[in-house]
C-alpha cells in the first residue's frame, strides 16, 4: 500500500550534534516528498521538500535526499540546535493527486 | 498578514453539541483541505476542496460536513459530537496544477476537547 514509515521517538541530543531521522515511504509511481516541523503549540510549517528522484531539499540547515533505490527520504542537520526541538514528520504525495499522506511524526530533543 | 488562519483556537464542548471550525486563506490558492490530528500527533486528511468542489473525501463520519462558501474559505461542521472527535484539526491550502508536487500550507489548528 501507501504508506511512510518513520523513526519512532523521541530523539534526544545535545546541541551541536548530528541528527538523522529515517524516512522511508512505499507508493506507486514516484510520488513527491516532504518534510514538515511542528514547533509546539503551532501548526506545520513545511522545512523541505524534493519532487524527483536525486533530489536534494535543503533549508535551515536541514536537508534530505530523494532515493529511490532505497524509497528513502532521510532527514540530517550537522548541528542541532535547541530551537530545533519539535516534531518532525514526512510525508508523500502522488504524482497527480494532492492528498499527503504523513508519517507518524518523530519528536526531536536537543538539550543545552 | 496569516496565510492560512482558522478560527476559533480552542474549542472546548459538550457531547452531542453541534460545532463549526471556519478557515480562511489569502494565498490565492484554488484548493483547501481539513486534516486530522490525534493525541497520539498522528496525521491524517480528512476532507479536499478544489474551487469549492469536494475531491477528497476520506472515511469520515456524516457527522463531519465541509462547506465551502468560495474558494478562499472552507469551514467544517460537525454535529453530534462525540469524545472521539477531541483532536487538533488542521485547514491547508495549495495551488492545484495536476502535478502531485504542490506544496499545503497549514493554519495553526483547532484544539478540539469534547467533554
Known amino acids: 500500500g501507501n504508506s511512510v514509515t518513520q523513526m519512532e521517538g523521541p530523539v534526544t541530543l545535545s546541541e551541536e550534534a548530528f541528527l538523522t531521522i529515517n524516512c522511508t515511504y512505499t507508493?506507486?509511481?514516484?510520488?513527491?516528498l516532504f518534510w514538515y516541523v511542528q514547533y509546539p503549540g503551532e501548526g506545520l510549517q513545511l522545512l523541505l521538500k524534493?519532487?524527483?528522484?536525486?533530489d536534494k531539499g535543503s533549508n535551515k540547515g536541514f536537508e534530505a535526499t530523494y532515493r529511490k533505490e532505497t524509497t528513502s527520504f532521510h532527514l540530517e542537520k550537522g548541528s542541532v540546535q535547541v530551537s530545533d526541538s519539535a516534531v518532525y514528520f514526512c510525508?508523500?504525495?502522488?504524482?497527480?493527486?494532492?492528498?499527503?499522506?504523513f508519517g507518524t511524526g518523530t519528536r526531536l530533543l536537543v538539550s543545552p | 498578514d496569516t496565510a492560512v488562519s482558522q478560527t476559533p483556537k480552542y474549542l472546548v464542548t459538550q457531547m452531542g453539541n453541534d460545532k463549526s471550525i471556519k478557515c480562511e486563506q489569502n494565498?490565492?490558492?484554488?484548493?483547501m483541505y481539513w486534516y486530522k490530528q490525534d493525541s497520539k500527533k498522528f496525521l491524517k486528511i480528512m476532507f479536499s476542496?478544489?474551487?469549492?468542489?469536494?475531491?477528497i473525501n476520506e472515511t469520515v463520519p456524516n457527522r463531519f460536513s465541509p462547506k465551502s462558501p468560495d474558494k478562499a474559505h472552507l469551514n467544517l461542521h460537525i454535529n453530534s459530537l462525540e469524545l472521539g472527535d477531541s483532536a487538533v484539526y488542521f485547514c491547508?491550502?495549495?495551488?492545484?496544477?495536476?502535478?502531485?508536487?504542490?506544496?499545503?500550507?497549514f493554519g495553526p489548528g483547532t484544539r478540539l476537547l469534547v467533554l
Open positions: 476542496y478544489n474551487n469549492k468542489e469536494l475531491i
Open positions: 491547508a491550502s495549495s495551488q492545484d496544477r495536476g502535478q502531485g508536487k504542490e506544496t499545503q500550507y
Open positions: 494565498l490565492g490558492h484554488d484548493t
Open positions: 507508493a506507486t509511481g514516484y510520488p513527491s
Open positions: 510525508a508523500r504525495m502522488n504524482t497527480g493527486f494532492q492528498k499527503l499522506v
Open positions: 524534493a519532487t524527483k528522484a536525486d
